[in-house]
């Protein structure tokens, strides 16, 4: 319980009548300081934040489980993502969480990633660089390294603001960079995004594509194996993020709680929700919307100026599919994430079981396995995805990975289809701006979500505590 509510609470129990009215109030509190609506990273963060300043909040989450993107499978021995894999090393809003809640985060075992090109596979980041420069030229790929370090370490804001306005094929194209890196960043793109290098922006595409090279000062650093992935998760995966949150936060969220429409009442807010097919609604001063911006804009039409709306419809979203593969022999176990560089529908393939088997010796020889195929659409405007059945997911995953993973017909004993509707806010050219425009025009309500900043998961934690400390901060009317 929080001050604020406890206060409430035990300043009248003086009385028996006050107490048992206190009683009744905690049942059915029907009045908040703060409502965030959604349970996502950025609900949870948004929570968080006004929990650990003791303020008077409810979540309410449409489903029976908080992390949204973020979701563990189970099976057999083993967790798997469904979504949300891993992490830069965590920076800002998400170390603090992870350093208060006492979070054990790992990095993830090298080899971490593989490329497979042309009939080959490319093992590890040093043979994916010797890769690029045989197709790209030496010049070619050293002229892209430089520019991606000019664009993290040195880009004045006018650049930036360039950078933001024009797309990342634009910005390769300006630049002469070879159709080999291209075609490879095309497919992190998709693989990342679900959006192709002529839907994102360049500022979108740089901290990316930058990632590949952290650490890396010279050149040839790149051709020499290294001992780091720089990359981490927890060793049951980043759901166990999401889920340590929400445990904090306790009976503070509200499941099974779609928020359908938010109005005004004066100067609070009448948040009108769905519970178990029963209509409700709550009050409240502010209100943190983190859900996906079609449904905030949706819900809360009613609340929004005419340009935050016409803001928010400018954000498109791109489908996503993630298929897990299970297996008694192994389909891939040769590194963490394999980008298929000439793939159609299927951009890469995952060893899900590759940190828990590290880090948790007595499943080392376990032979169960599982890999998850992730399934990006062409470019943000292709919609076709979610028309596909499970029958044809299946059967595209077997024919594009038979070359790959020989026998893969026989070899799946089962899998788990995730299809994402609204899996990725695309940073298209000009994001950037309207975000800012849009982030400085709220008061009383505020947005959150992956979309407010990019589209990952330290970004939606970020976003959503950005937006808890500016609703604590405004002052409104009461
Ligand atoms: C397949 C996939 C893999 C990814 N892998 C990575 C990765 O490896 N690393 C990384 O950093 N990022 C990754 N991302 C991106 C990252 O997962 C997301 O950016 C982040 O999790 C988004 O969090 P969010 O809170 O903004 O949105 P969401 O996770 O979408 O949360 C929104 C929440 O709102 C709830 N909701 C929706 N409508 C309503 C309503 N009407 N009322 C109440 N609640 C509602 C939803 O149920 C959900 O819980 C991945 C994304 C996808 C799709």
């Not at 048992?20 to 349970?39: F, H, M, P, R, W």
């Not at 192994?330 to 529908?345: E, Q, Y």
């Amino acid at each position: 319980m929080t001050l604020t509510r406890a206060l409430k609470c035990v300043l009248p129990a003086m009385s028996i009548v006050a107490l048992s009215l206190c009683n009744v109030a905690k049942a059915e509190q029907t009045e908040y300081d703060y409502v965030v609506v959604g349970a996502g990273a950025a609900g949870l963060s948004a929570a968080y934040t006004l929990h650990q300043s003791n303020e008077d909040y409810t979540v309410l989450e449409k489903t029976n489980r908080t992390g949204g993107i973020a979701e563990n499978g189970r099976k057999g021995s083993f967790h798997y993502a469904k979504g949300t894999e891993y992490l830069g090393e965590p920076h800002g809003a998400l170390r603090n969480i992870v350093n208060e809640l006492d979070i054990p985060m790992v990095e993830i075992p090298m080899p971490m990633d593989a490329s497979y090109f042309d009939g080959k596979m490319h093992i590890g980041d040093d043979k994916i660089a010797r890769l690029t420069a045989e197709k790209a030229g030496k010049q070619n790929f050293q002229h892209f390294l430089l520019m991606l370090k000019q664009a993290i370490n040195g880009a004045p804001k006018e650049d930036w603001k360039k950078l933001d306005n024009i797309t990342a094929k634009q910005w390769l194209n300006d630049n002469g960079i070879s159709p080999f890196i291209q075609r490879r960043y095309n497919v992190m793109s998709r693989g990342l995004f679900g959006a192709n290098l002529s839907d994102i922006s360049a500022l979108s595409l740089i901290p990316e594509a930058a990632f590949d090279y952290v650490g890396v000062t010279s050149y040839d650093d790149i051709f020499q194996p290294s001992n780091n992935s720089d990359s981490w998760t927890t060793v049951q995966g980043i759901a166990s993020i999401t889920d340590a949150i929400a445990l904090e936060l306790g009976d503070h969220i509200k499941y099974n709680s779609a928020v359908i429409e938010i109005t005004r009442l004066g100067s609070k807010y009448k948040v009108i929700f769905n519970s178990n097919g029963k209509k409700s609604f709550i009050i409240a001063n502010k209100v943190i919307l983190a859900t996906p911006s079609p449904v905030s804009e949706w819900i809360a039409k009613q609340v929004l100026t005419t340009r935050q709306k016409q803001l928010l419809s400018q954000i498109e979203y791109a489908q996503y599919i993630t298929v897990a593969l299970f297996s008694n022999t192994p389909i891939f176990n040769k590194a963490f994430d394999l980008a298929i560089l000439d793939g159609d529908v299927v951009t890469d393939l995952y060893d899900a079981t590759w940190v828990e088997r590290h880090y948790k010796p007595t499943l080392k020889n376990v032979k169960e396995y599982i890999a998850s195929a992730y399934l990006a659409p062409k470019g943000v405007s292709d919609k076709s995805l979610m028309t596909y059945s499970d029958d044809q997911i299946m059967s595209i995953i077997k024919t594009e990975l038979s070359t790959i993973v020989p026998g893969i017909d026989t070899k799946i004993t089962g899998f788990d289809i995730k299809r994402f509707m609204h899996a990725y806010p695309v940073m298209s050219p000009g994001s950037y701006g309207r975000l800012e425009e849009l982030k400085n025009s709220f008061k009383g309500i505020y947005l959150a979500g992956d979309y407010m900043e990019y589209p990952t998961f330290e970004a939606a934690i970020s976003s959503g505590a950005d937006a808890a400390k500016k609703a604590m901060k405004h002052t409104v009317p009461k």
